[in-house]
């Protein structure tokens, strides 16, 4: 299995000839999209859907039905590529196996409505990897690999670490970092490792473009 990172929550995962992506939004690179085999998307804020990204490959869309209504809106060229997702439901694209986890975002403000958002757990050969979009619902099942936000208008860095805490993924690796500056992001960074390590969990930021 092979991951790269293209920026904020835009993850891309090649396995056995089969490559996805995830949330190519509007602080991902283009190229996250080139050559998709399909592109997952977890709920319809623009750092997590793009409209412009998806144009740029053919790939079949699988997300929520918020999503599927915003783009039935506002890019109806879209929707006869798109497939809509529930809650639980299990499928395979190629050789990578797919779980719908969650169903709403997390509270931004007490006042402002809930929004939906769909994670996905992946599953590659004997490998799990877990995108939980912008939500602090676990899996309910081991993971190998966490996709762990580290930082959000919706979260403290405290609650991001108890969230991999406990999902007890081996290996953590963060997504949505375009919100903090780069200081903040380094105290960010210093905190994830300093309680994850502890806990005998990896973790590591990667640069965009940069793979593991």
Partial sequence: M???????????????????????GVWSQRESV???DAVLITHEHPDHYAPEHL????????TIEAV???????????????????PDEAWTIGGIGVRAVGELHAVIHPEL?????????LTAGESTLFHPGDALTPPGVA??????????????????????REVGAARNVAIHDRVFSPEGLGVAD????????????EYVRLADGADL
């Fill in 2 to 24: 092979r991951l790269t990172k293209f920026g904020h929550s835009a993850v891309r995962l090649e396995h056995d000839g089969t490559t996805l992506v995830l949330d190519p």
């Fill in 34 to 36: 080139e050559g998709v």
């Fill in 55 to 62: 144009r740029a490959t053919d790939a079949p869309i699988f």
């Fill in 68 to 86: 599927a209504a915003q783009i039935r809106e506002g890019a109806p060229d879209l929707a006869e590529r798109v497939t809509v997702v529930a």
């Fill in 113 to 121: 409505p809930r929004f939906h958002n769909s994670g996905y757990l």
């Fill in 143 to 164: 993971v190998d690999v966490l996709l762990a936000p580290v930082c959000a208008p919706w979260m403290r860095v405290a609650e991001g670490v108890d969230f991999a």
């Fill in 190 to 201: 210093a905190q994830f490792a300093r309680f994850l390590e502890g806990a005998g969990q």
